[in-house]
């Protein structure tokens, strides 16, 4: 029991020769049955549900359940996902939803979708720019595609060589183990401790804060970490854990691993001593009875020191970084052998804090290096924001276990891998709390289907084609 | 019109002992501790012994008829003189109202310090007073107030006032210190009984000029102001509604603990609680059962401090006979509202004759609200509105939360992440769609905020007593005093030692009278942050022209705003507010007197200037904190909810307390503010919220994770998606409800009752009370408050009328109990058959942008008479022409056999059509 009611009726403007808005070229069925009512033959939904009288289509009221029979009007607007078609002539034509036919919005550059002289034509004006934009596009996913192609090839010889490596250097591993544990078999398993975000429940520091926090509003909790009431934020962000281990040199690769390879790795070894003097102080007495021994004058590396022959125990430690960086890269090979140019890549770029650490109050917009290693771990200044986790899909890389933010969750990163001619980072944005999010354009992620659109595109706009009831 | 006749009543009620079912109270995720109860302030507990003082029978006051005297304002005024006492020192003022309400007043003659008054016009507006003279009988002595209407034909009691003698009167006194010796027995506090806070028997005399609270003192210099009196709803009284904001049912539960009007922060508010939240509108109303007749009446509290009111029961199962309510507030005036109905509507429409009507919201307002704490930048906005626009789902407004600031400066724009505001807000418009900014009331304390300079020098802040002791100048050193003096040893041979004064005369210690005041600084979102006085007209004034476009930098006429924190939430401070002894420079009044209304005057201040900013556009303001009269300016929202079914359910309940408060632009957070709804209790978050939310808004916290709808899996999207162009679909038949409530008073959403008074089961059905409500006249809304494993089906009561129809599938159904299954495609909701329901069925991607589109009617019949009845309002949606100029089309849609539509009720004074089209 529906109809309209012309209290006011401040409709549409008339029906028009229904091309407007109608488009055929995929819709062969849609062409015949307009074709059909406009001999003045019944028309009949594409779904097949309803059969109209001609004069039914396009009258500004939707009869079909689809909406299929008003491509010119927006009377199914909401219903219908068939559509308008601007064919912005001299620009990129454009499918828009029934909605946004006569909403007061001028969406098609050919003003098509709004009343006449509701929308001056801009197509001339932005035509050459669309071009332009839409080539320099095919430009670049081509050079990508191209590039996709070489390390396709490369990568199958390059996975082979690293797989040979990491199985000959795991040998070496065995065989120096055999000679350490002779030399030193005293020597227990340690404990060890580090710096990371998967904190152990009975050593997260800020389990007493949580505690207090509770009883505080909303407000005052986040306000908290820098009120003179609250606990100093960076003894917050420096967790320690405490596991088993056996050596502390690979320990440190494992937290830092990144392309530069040991060198970065040393360079971790400052973080570790301040993460471990935090240690010390917040956690020692309740740990001192478990079998590690320290002496606060022992540097942290010299301290992991296996008492065994110093050769050996060097090579050891070289052999087991080389063998830990080429797993690393395998890791970064899983989905396909050619992201193997990637596995070695950081990408940098320098960001205000504020932008994108919203969860530090009154943090100062300083710039700072973010800082991402595809396949190993994500830095934005000094805090950790994840590491490699795994494919997310074809084109999506997961970042997990990143140190927590105050009180809040441990940071995490989503990439998603866009098609380029070079790698580079685009974007990086905290989508909720310690949640990031980051686009990295590389070439690695060029495929077919995306020159394909391009060149349809780009035809669109370079050949249109003939409309079949163009004349009126 | 029906006027109420005042007279005092000829015999003194006895009390009868009162037995109150007792709660038992779930569990708490609030900090109780942080907040007071009745027990635990002065004032209140104080009361609770004056009232079951065992000598309470005794009348103590007695109104002198012969002191009638006219009122400047219309009514008139009697002393009223305490028995115990020569002079009367209390003035009763009343107001008879044509429209079926009595205002009774009382106050001091001459109080020793000034008893604040709300001023005229902030929350009363001047409704015409009563056309019929008024009779009263000279019965002094008796002090039982009856109000009831005056024509005759339904002449029946149903509302008394001081029916059990609670009434407490505290006049501010001088600190009894301070008296002078021979004046003891003139004042006499400790021997003759006067009020609660100066009883023979020292009732309760802790905390009268000082009060310790979780660490904070509330220093008292002027000392016990409070003031109580109780209220009868006679005849058998099913249930009381109203008391909004609490979290609590529709029926208001009669707990143990009294209900706290308190304006407060609080963090994670529990539910069946009554306990304190965001906003005050201290109403009652009740149902009233006299014989065959059944009658509704309401009651108002006009009282801006912290107030109690503690509901009660002659029967000791807590059902049926009269109800009572006591209340108690902290200082101020007595001022109370009887509005004598009898009927719903009218109770509705003396409560707005008397407060004032609402102003029609802007149509985009009634759209969906797209809000989250936060979005992060220009392109997060940006992405959000597109992605909207990619999935072809409607909104209409796009918010920013605090972090959108410069350091929760407000007026100001963090540069990194929204270096071009301008434009962001000029793309949003360009879709039709606006764009909504919070502006908090605290003000960052930082020199390069020129808000918080300008602000300071104009000293407009509102101040901090820094209270010290002084010699009380009062004290002089009696005429016979003695001063005892040293006399030199002779016989010492050290020299003697320094004569140090003890043992002189010293006079007493007082605080001082005239303290210094500084700015209070408490800590909020910026760190240190300052208060304005909202009260102080000038400020008021200063803080609407911070919204002008030249001034408030980034913005554009769709922009419009969001007051949040205003109760005002001081996270240092006691209960996370404002000390009660702050002091307002606008009148040297203490915070305590003004405490419930300083959300109001934030908000006001923020419509007003925006009523400025862009002359003839309808402003558009959120807020968190409000008062009675609220609904003059601003929008409300039930604050900081969780993502809980227990939430979702009790939304039902407060929403519709908020609408029978006056309130119908209200709605909850869809989806929860706190923690994470899964995608079921999304989906049917948002069935309910697009047919009973008038204000719906999606918001959450930092913390979790996104939820914009397109966010979801994609049946869970398209449910959400069709839920929204439901809502759109329904904007014409809302928007004409506005109407009716600006210009007919009835509430847009409200409780069934209030449409089917005499169905029974309105009243006392749990599910037609807790888990029910109509949108308009017509359309009877069921929520699903459980997850499809506790609950596969639903049983709708559908009220006493010609019939209902599925708003889903157009099945018919005759009133009563029907067991509904449940999908998850929808919740039960069905509209009343007889009526026209006027939608729009293109839906677009903002409410603007379908403005222009015909309209479709729903005609739903009554299967008796095959008639239906509709209304129909249309106006340019967006400015106040519809007030100013009179431009609107409302019309009364008359659907039978014979003829389609009836006749236009409101002539257009233009080509409205014209107007219309230009306008867009």
């Known amino acids: ?472 | 019109m029906r006027s109420p006749s005042f007279y005092l009543a000829s015999e003194i009620l006895s009390g009868s002992p009162t037995l109150f079912c007792s709660q038992v109270l779930p569990a708490a995720a609030v900090d109780r501790s942080k907040f007071r109860t009745c027990e635990q302030g002065s004032f209140c507990r104080r009361y609770k012994k004056w009232i079951s003082r065992p000598e309470r029978e005794k009348a103590l006051w007695t109104v002198l008829p012969q002191t009638r005297a006219p009122l400047p304002e219309g009514g008139f005024s009697f002393q009223v003189k305490h028995v115990n006492e020569e002079t009367p020192h209390l003035l009763l003022k009343l107001n008879i109202y044509a429209s079926g309400m009595v205002r009774m007043r009382i106050t001091e003659i001459k109080p020793l310090h000034i008893r604040h008054e709300i001023p005229p016009g902030d929350v009363v507006s001047d409704p015409p007073p009563a056309a019929a003279k008024v009779s009263e009988a000279d019965e002094s002595g008796k002090s039982i107030f009856k109000f009831a209407t005056a024509d005759g034909t339904a002449a029946e009691d149903r509302t008394e006032l001081n029916a059990r003698n609670m009434l407490n009167f505290e006049r501010y006194r001088t600190p009894k210190e301070r008296l002078p010796p021979d004046t003891a027995s003139v004042a006499a506090p400790d021997t003759v009984l006067l009020d609660a806070a100066a009883h023979p028997n020292g009732l309760d005399t802790n905390g009268l000029w000082e009060e310790p609270f979780g660490g904070h003192t509330d220093q008292k210099p002027r000392g016990p102001a409070s003031l109580g009196m109780d209220v009868s709803f006679l005849g058998d009284v099913p249930s009381l509604f109203g008391l909004p904001e609490h979290a609590t049912k529709a029926s208001l539960p009669f707990y143990q603990e009294p209900y706290r009007f308190f304006n407060l922060d609080v963090f994670e508010y529990e539910i069946d609680e009554p306990m304190a939240l965001y906003g005050a509108i201290p109403i009652i109303w009740a149902i009233h059962r006299l014989g065959g007749q059944t009658v509704s009446s309401g009651f108002l509290w006009i009282n801006p401090s912290e107030t109690f009111v503690k509901l009660e029961r002659d029967t000791p199962d807590g059902k049926g006979g009269p109800a009572h309510a006591w209340w108690t507030s902290e200082s101020g005036v007595l001022d109370t509202v009887v509005m004598v109905g009898p009927t719903p509507k009218t109770v509705s429409a003396q409560f707005h004759d008397l407060t004032g009507h609402g102003p029609m919201p802007g149509l985009w307002a009634l759209g969906k609200h797209q809000c989250r704490w936060n979005y992060m930048s220009e392109k997060d906005v940006a992405t959000v509105d597109s992605m909207y626009d990619k999935y072809d789902i409607p909104y209409d407004t796009i918010w920013l939360d605090i972090e959108h600031t410069d350091g929760k400066a407000y007026f100001s724009w963090n540069a990194a992440a929204f270096p071009n505001p301008k434009q962001m807000i000029d793309n949003i418009s360009a879709k039709r769609r606006k764009f909504v900014n919070v502006v908090d009331p605290h003000i960052k304390k930082d020199e390069k905020f020129h808000v918080y300079r300008e602000v300071r020098d104009k000293g407009f802040f509102v101040k901090k007593v820094s209270y010290k002791q002084i010699d009380d100048p009062t004290d002089v050193k009696p005429a016979d005093w003695v001063e005892e003096t040293k006399i030199p040893d002779p016989t010492a041979t050290q020299p003697p030692e320094l004569f140090c004064g003890e043992g002189g005369w010293h006079p007493r210690k007082v605080n001082d009278p005239t303290p210094d005041l500084t700015d209070f600084e408490g800590w909020c979102w910026p760190g240190t942050s300052l208060y304005p006085d909202f009260t102080d007209p000038a400020m008021r004034e200063y803080w609407g022209s911070q919204f002008a476009l030249d001034k408030y930098t980034g913005t554009n006429a769709d922009t419009y705003i969001w007051n949040d924190m205003n109760e005002p939430s001081v996270f240092n401070g006691p209960e996370v507010t404002m000390p009660r002894d702050a002091i307002h420079p606008n009148g040297m009044v203490e915070h305590r007197d003004v405490h419930n209304m300083y959300g109001y005057y934030v908000h006001r201040a923020t419509f007003e200037g925006l009523q400025k900013r862009t002359p003839g556009d309808r402003p558009f303001v959120l807020t968190r904190s409000f008062f009675i009269g609220s609904h003059k300016y601003s929008a409300i929202w039930t604050g900081d909810n969780y993502a809980q079914w227990s939430h979702l359910k009790a939304s039902i309940a407060m929403v519709g307390a908020l609408t029978l408060g006056g309130q119908s632009l209200v709605g909850a957070d869809v989806g929860g503010f706190f923690k994470h709804p899964d995608t079921e209790m999304t989906v049917r978050w948002y069935q309910l919220a697009v047919l009973i939310y008038p204000f719906l808004r999606n918001h959450a916290h930092l913390e979790t994770p996104r939820r914009e709808p397109y966010v979801f899996d994609e049946k869970t999207m398209l449910r959400i998606k069709a839920s929204l162009q439901m809502r759109y679909k329904m904007l014409p038949l809302w928007y004409t409800l506005f109407h009716r409530w600006a210009s007919a008073a009835e509430p847009v959403v409200r409780p069934l009752f209030w449409d089917f008074l005499d169905d029974p089961q309105t009243h006392e059905n749990e599910e037609a009370l807790e888990s029910q409500i109509m949108l308009g006249d017509s359309l009877l809304v069921h929520g699903i408050a459980k997850p499809s494993s506790e609950q596969s089906e639903a049983t709708v009561y559908l009220p006493k009328a010609s019939g209902w129809y599925s708003i889903h599938n157009g099945a018919f159904k005759a009133p009563g109990a029907h067991v509904h299954k449940l999908d998850l495609d929808s919740i039960p909701a069905y509209y009343r058959a007889g009526t026209v329901v006027p939608l729009k069925s293109r839906i677009r991607r903002s409410s603007a942008c379908m403005s222009l589109d015909p309209f479709t009617l729903n005609v739903y019949l009554n299967p008796q008479t095959g008639a239906a009845k509709g209304r129909l309002y249309i106006d340019d949606y967006r400015t106040r022409t519809y007030q100013d100029v009179g431009l609107l089309c409302a019309r009364k849609i008359d659907f039978t056999c014979s003829a389609r539509l009836g006749t236009r009720t409101h002539h257009a004074k233009a080509s409205f059509e014209e107007t219309l089209k230009s306008s867009h």
């Not at chain 1, 939803?97 to 001028?106: E, F, I, K, M």
């Not at chain 1, 797993?327 to 890549?345: G, I, P």
């Not at chain 1, 700072?368 to 290693?373: G, I, S």
Request: aromatic share 8%; hydrophobic share 30%; glycine share 8%.
């Open chain 1, 1 to 472: 029991m529906r109809f309209v009611v012309f209290c006011i009726l401040l409709g549409i403007d008339e029906f028009q020769a229904w091309p407007l808005g109608a488009h055929f070229g995929d819709l062969s069925k849609h062409t015949q049955a307009f074709e059909a009512s406009s001999l003045g033959l019944p028309f009949q939904c594409l779904d097949g549900s309803v059969t109209l009288l001609s004069s039914d289509v396009n009258d500004n009221f939707c009869d079909c359940p689809d909406g299929s029979d008003e491509p010119s009007t927006a009377a199914c607007a909401g219903l219908s996902n068939l559509g308008f078609y601007c064919r912005n002539l001299g620009s990129a034509p454009k499918w828009l939803y029934a909605s946004r036919v006569n909403d007061g919005v001028c969406d098609c550059c050919d003003g098509s979708d709004e009343p006449p002289s509701g929308c001056p034509s801009s197509c001339d004006k932005e035509g050459p720019a669309v071009l332009a934009r839409l080539k320099a596009r095919q430009q670049e996913v081509r050079q990508g595609q191209l590039l996709r192609r070489q390390y396709e090839d490369e990568g199958l010889q390059q996975v082979v060589h690293w797989t040979e490596e990491k199985e000959r250097l795991a040998a070496d591993v065995a065989d120096l183990m055999t000679v350490q544990v002779g030399d030193a078999q005293s020597s227990p398993d340690r404990a060890f401790v580090g710096c990371s975000s998967t904190s152990t429940a009975p050593f997260y520091t800020n389990g007493h804060d949580k505690e207090q926090r509770k009883d505080v509003s909303e407000y005052t909790r986040w306000a908290l970490p820098v009120s003179e009431t609250g606990p100093h934020r960076s003894s917050q962000s420096v967790e320690c854990w405490v596991g088993e281990f056996i050596n502390a040199e690979s320990f440190c690769c494992d937290a830092s691993q990144g392309p530069q390879g040991r060198q970065e790795c040393w360079d971790e070894v400052y973080t570790f001593q301040s993460c471990c003097k935090t240690w010390q102080r917040q956690v020692l007495p309740t740990f001192e009875r478990q079998s590690w021994s320290t002496s606060e004058s022992v540097s942290p590396e010299r301290r992991f020191e296996p008492k065994s022959s110093k050769s050996v125990s060097r090579e050891m430690r070289q052999t087991k970084g080389r063998l830990f960086s080429l797993e690393s890269k395998l890791r970064a090979v899983e989905r396909s052998h050619r992201w193997f140019y990637l596995a070695d890549t950081c990408l940098t770029r320098q960001t205000h804090r504020r932008h994108t650490e919203l969860s530090i109050p009154g943090a100062s917009s300083e710039r700072v290096d973010f800082k991402l290693c595809l396949f190993g771990d994500v830095r934005f200044g000094s805090v950790n924001y994840g590491s490699f986790d795994g494919w997310d899909g074809e084109h999506g890389l997961r970042y997990s276990r990143g140190q927590h933010c105050p009180g809040g969750p441990a940071r995490s990163l989503k990439i998603c891998l866009l098609c380029g001619a070079e790698t580079e980072l685009l974007d990086i944005a905290e989508v909720s709390l310690c949640a990031y999010e980051a686009a990295v354009k590389t070439p690695g992620a060029c495929e077919l289907s995306n020159l394909e659109e391009l060149a349809d595109d780009l035809e669109k706009v370079i050949d249109r084609p003939l409309m079949p009831l163009d004349s009126s």
